[in-house]
């Protein structure tokens, strides 16, 4: 009859004297597991077998500010002691994954959104992280001039028709196609020379979101000489 039985590892002593046990291995290593059994007439038997312990991936990620429809680059701070490891990115709006290291994404539409990192190293060992990110509205930029043709000196007036809903807008830059630019909201150009040009506004919000308008159809602004 069996009176005892044992259970030990190399370097940890006995963890177990339960017919069928489970344990956990705190570090990656290989321990050399010891069986012991005891009948009640002293006589003993042991057998040892060798338990290889891998490295568990960590996974972690650093992100960045996204604004919807800008592409931005996550950065992937995951480790593992020993071995390789395989990457699955899901960036939680439903437009599939990507294997890559530090993987490119744009949103496009603002909101928040769940990001999954899961790795799996070459032993099948694996590890997930998920982190949030709010993803901000870029401003909708146009405008509109007062007049699109006329004889130079032709001064146009702009009215900037930008609307953001995230927040104030903190600048923008109108480029009038002349060589000349203007900071102001709502600003009158006047164009010397006859020609052809293209205004360009940018605006930039508190979220750090930006957003440009480009009117250039070929005859858009032309200034006619009397």
Same mark, same amino acid.
């Given at each position: 009859?069996?009176?005892?039985?044992?259970?030990? !590892?190399?370097?940890?002593?006995?963890?177990?004297?339960?017919?069928?046990?489970?344990?956990?291995?705190?570090?990656?290593?290989?321990?050399?597991?010891?069986?012991?059994? @005891?009948? +009640?007439?002293?006589?003993?038997?042991?057998?040892?077998?060798?338990? @290889?312990?891998? $490295? +568990?991936?960590?996974?972690?990620?650093?992100?960045?500010?996204?604004? @919807?429809?800008?592409?931005?680059?996550?950065?992937?701070?995951?480790?593992?002691?020993?071995?390789? =490891?395989?990457?699955?990115?899901?960036?939680?709006?439903? *437009?599939?994954?990507?294997?890559?290291?530090?993987?490119?994404?744009? !949103?496009?539409?603002?909101? $928040? !959104?769940?990001?999954?990192?899961?790795?799996?190293?070459?032993? %099948?060992?694996?590890?997930?992280?998920?982190?949030?990110?709010?993803?901000?509205?870029?401003?909708?930029?146009?405008?509109?001039?007062?007049?699109?043709?006329?004889?130079? $000196?032709?001064?146009?007036?702009?009215? %900037?028709?930008?609307? %953001?809903?995230?927040?104030?807008?903190?600048? !923008?830059?109108?480029?009038?196609?002349?060589?000349?630019?203007? %900071?102001?909201?709502?600003?009158?150009?006047?164009?010397?020379?006859?020609?052809?040009?293209?205004?360009?506004?940018?605006?930039?919000?508190?979220?750090?979101? *930006?957003? @440009?308008?480009?009117?250039?159809?070929?005859?858009? =602004?032309?200034?006619?000489?009397?």
């Amino acid at each position: 009859t069996l009176i005892s039985r044992s259970w030990s !590892y190399s370097g940890g002593g006995i963890f177990s004297t339960s017919t069928n046990p489970s344990f956990t291995f705190s570090a990656p290593a290989t321990y050399t597991v010891q069986f012991i059994i @005891e009948t +009640n007439h002293g006589c003993k038997d042991t057998v040892s077998k060798s338990v @290889e312990i891998f $490295p +568990n991936p960590l996974a972690n990620f650093t992100l960045p500010d996204f604004c @919807e429809q800008q592409a931005n680059q996550l950065t992937n701070t995951s480790t593992l002691l020993s071995g390789t =490891m395989t990457y699955n990115w899901d960036f939680g709006d439903l *437009s599939g994954s990507s294997n890559l290291l530090n993987p490119s994404h744009s !949103y496009l539409n603002p909101g $928040p !959104y769940l990001v999954l990192l899961t790795l799996t190293s070459d032993h %099948n060992c694996k590890d997930t992280t998920a982190k949030s990110v709010l993803v901000k509205s870029i401003p909708t930029t146009d405008f509109s001039p007062d007049i699109t043709i006329g004889c130079a $000196p032709l001064c146009v007036k702009f009215t %900037n028709l930008t609307v %953001n809903l995230n927040g104030p807008i903190t600048g !923008y830059i109108w480029d009038f196609g002349d060589l000349t630019t203007s %900071n102001d909201t709502n600003p009158t150009h006047c164009y010397t020379a006859a020609g052809t040009y293209t205004v360009k506004l940018k605006a930039s919000s508190t979220t750090t979101c *930006s957003d @440009e308008e480009i009117k250039s159809t070929v005859d858009y =602004m032309i200034s006619k000489s009397q």
